[in-house]
């Protein structure tokens, strides 16, 4: 267990010793929240005149399918192109330690950020602003969402760039399967019967939604929960098998 997290503390330490994590942290809040406040769309905060965060919540998940993969992408493959990696399975540690623990070093950055976003409620409702009152049981929910997602979109990062060397290729496989996956819930929208049931059932977009009005659906929970669970595992054999190679 002490090895788990001191392999999550470096890697979460490495992130803030390159200027990734800075530049990820103002580009991806200042990008939310100039889609925050002037959505071109329509339904940006001025826009549609009431005390709500949805658009906050609906963009999020959108900036996460570029910030995670840029995040994510040199876990296993930066180890295993400079050779690091072999020297670390060396060590006495367990496989389980080594991905877990690269895989809370990464989910660490991007909750930070996350975090970083609760200064818009803050700001707009509690203080400097009093902008009106706010119903907070869909914000939890919409946090709690945006957690979860967060937390099998990283996963599904680690299993990338656990199955290449290459950092570029990690990076656009990572970013291709997570827009792929949130592009379903649009077909969703545009289909009927069970094309679209099947497409509303693997998109992250329609599973996310009930979390933005504020239902908490143990099914969606269960589904981000799954996708985290089956990355890691399989991102561990990815590394087993190059122990054993």
């Known amino acids: ?17 390159s200027p990734l994590a800075y530049v990820v942290i103002c ?3 200042l990008a939310l929240g100039v889609v925050f406040f002037t959505n071109v769309s329509g339904q940006g905060f001025w826009q549609v ?10 963009f999020a998940p959108i900036g996460m399918i570029v910030l995670v993969p840029v995040i994510t992408m040199r876990l296993m493959a930066e180890e295993r192109s400079s050779g690091t990696l072999e020297m670390l399975i060396t060590l006495p540690v ?4 080594v991905v877990l623990g690269k895989y809370l070093g990464a989910l660490g950055l991007v909750l930070v950020l996350v975090a970083s976003t609760l200064i818009y409620p803050i700001a707009m409702f509690k203080w400097p602003w009093n902008l009106g009152a ?5 914000v939890f929910s919409a946090y709690l969402g945006l957690v979860l997602y967060c937390a099998a979109a990283v996963s599904l990062g680690l299993l990338i760039s656990s199955l290449t060397t290459s950092q570029s290729i990690a990076f656009f496989l990572t970013l291709l399967i997570l827009a792929a996956l949130w592009i379903l819930g649009v077909g969703a929208e545009h289909t009927k019967g069970t094309l679209s049931e099947v497409l509303a059932y693997a998109s992250t977009r329609s599973r996310l939604e009930g979390f933005t009005k504020g ?3 143990t099914r969606d929970i269960v589904f981000f929960l799954s996708i985290t669970v ?3 595992v399989f991102s561990f054999r990815a590394l087993e098998r190059r122990r054993w190679a």
Not at 49 to 58: I, S
């Open 230 to 232: 089956l990355c890691l």
């Open 49 to 58: 005149d009431r005390a709500t965060l949805q658009g906050l919540f609906e």
């Open 27 to 29: 580009l991806g809040f």
């Open 1 to 17: 267990m002490n090895a788990l997290f001191t392999i999550a503390r470096r890697e979460f330490r490495s992130y803030w010793d």
């Open 94 to 97: 367990r496989d389980s330690e």
């Open 134 to 138: 706010i119903d907070l049981n869909p």
């Open 215 to 217: 239902v908490i659906d």
